[in-house]
């Protein structure tokens, strides 16, 4: 049964970091790339930041692109986000999933989230 547990979020100040944790309960996890989501208030879901099973092949949202970093521990079925010079914009609830392709994102399950707040 697959579950994805995301935690770490907060309230933070504008130019302040945090880092959001996932923990993917899935057989396939070293094997699957994994990817943040995100959802601002009143917006649909945006993509953030995609990484591969062996942690080598990264992408980011020009967004977020030369503050975030997404990493993986596959030891541990786990993936990361820390964030750094947050930005009001990135307010917004996170999520992980294995990257499924956009046209399957109202199917697919996200797991409850983690709210991350930035305001001052």
């Known amino acids: 049964q697959v579950q994805l547990v995301e935690s770490g979020g907060g309230l933070v100040q504008p130019g302040g970091s945090l880092r959001v944790s996932c923990t993917a309960s899935?057989?396939?996890?070293?094997?699957?790339?994994m990817a943040w989501v995100r959802q601002a208030p009143g917006r649909g879901l945006e993509w953030v930041s995609r990484?591969?099973?062996?942690?080598?092949?990264?992408r980011y949202a020009d967004s977020v692109t030369g503050r975030f970093t997404i990493s993986r521990d596959s030891a541990k079925n786990m993936v990361y986000l820390q964030m750094n010079s947050l930005k009001p914009e990135d307010t917004a609830v996170y999520y992980c999933?294995?990257?499924?392709?956009?046209?399957?994102?109202?199917?697919?399950?996200w797991g409850q989230g983690t709210q991350v707040t930035v305001s001052s």
């Open positions: 990484i591969s099973p062996g942690g080598t092949t990264i």
């Open positions: 899935i057989f396939t996890f070293s094997s699957s790339y």
């Open positions: 999933n294995t990257d499924p392709p956009r046209r399957l994102w109202s199917s697919v399950y």
